[in-house]
């Protein structure tokens, strides 16, 4: 079975447009575990945005061991403010898994991979220094990435297919060339020796034609959708709670 791993920076996205405690990622990351999810993912920025230093540490120290912790971000990004730099996080905290990603300061999300011609040299040591630290190492690639056997190369364990063309194809109705450009980096990966994960704009819609054509994917990662899908599925039932609990006051203030 594909593992999933719940992304819980939008929980932290909320929480911060308000300046305050709530909600509270880790919150978030122990009901998706009692939910059953199989690991928790966080995406740490420089600029703090969302996922801060301090949530990587609550969240790594209060996940069970059965719960792989995978903590996403550029090795190349510089330390500054709170925000320590990859590797010292990951020395800190211990997570499972990293997944190298190529993100700018500017980008608003992650938007494409590594290129392997151009930065595996750069790559391979940071690779080491992760791996030294007993942590499993993913790097984020484009379906159409160069050479992936590169990335085998260097010493990471794993890849994870960027699958927004994917997504964005799916939902237009033809998906037949985005996800054959999945499976060709799959299973070229595979025959690398590498293991594949894939994550972005993945959702219950476009996640059973993936797995169906990729079934040896170990892992996905989702934050976005799943935690907008959960807004709906659970607003009718607190909002009915709210009404209980009204309802209950009402009835407490009469006596």
């Known amino acids: 079975m594909t593992a999933l791993s719940v992304n819980v920076n939008k929980i932290a996205v909320l929480r911060n447009s308000r300046g305050h405690f709530l909600p509270d ?11 059953g999810c199989h690991g928790i993912t966080v995406h740490p920025r420089p600029d703090e945005r969302h996922i801060r230093a301090d949530d990587v540490m609550r969240i790594a120290a209060a996940l069970p061991d059965t719960i792989e912790f995978n903590i996403e971000g550029n090795p190349f990004a510089h330390a500054r403010g709170g925000y320590p730099g990859l590797l010292e996080l990951v020395r800190a905290s211990r997570p499972a898994q990293v997944t190298l990603v190529p993100d700018g300061d ?32 993913s790097l984020f ?3 159409d990435v160069r050479d992936i056997g590169r990335a085998a190369d260097i010493g ?13 194809a799916f939902a237009a109705g033809d998906s037949r060339k985005a996800l054959a450009d999945c499976v ?18 993945l959702d219950q819609r476009n996640l059973v034609a993936l797995i169906a054509a990729i079934p040896f994917l ?7 959708a799943l ?9 009718a039932s607190t909002v009915a709670a709210y009404l209980a609990a009204l309802a209950q006051a009402g009835r407490t203030a009469k006596r």
Request: charged fraction near 25%; aromatic fraction near 6%.
């Open 184 to 201: 060709r980096t799959a299973e070229q990966a595979l025959a690398a020796g590498l293991g594949v994960n894939a994550g972005h704009d």
């Open 227 to 235: 935690i907008s899908e959960a807004l709906y599925a659970g607003l």
């Open 156 to 168: 990471a364990d794993r890849i994870e297919i960027y699958t927004e063309a994917f997504a964005r």
């Open 25 to 35: 990622p880790l919150t978030a990351a122990q009901v998706a575990i009692a939910a």
């Open 141 to 143: 690639v484009d379906p």
């Open 218 to 224: 170990a892992e996905v990662s989702i934050g976005h």
């Open 106 to 137: 500017g980008q608003l999300t992650s938007d494409h991979g590594f290129d392997l011609v151009r930065d595996a040299e750069r790559l391979a040591p940071l690779v080491r220094e992760f791996k030294a630290l007993g942590s499993r190492v």
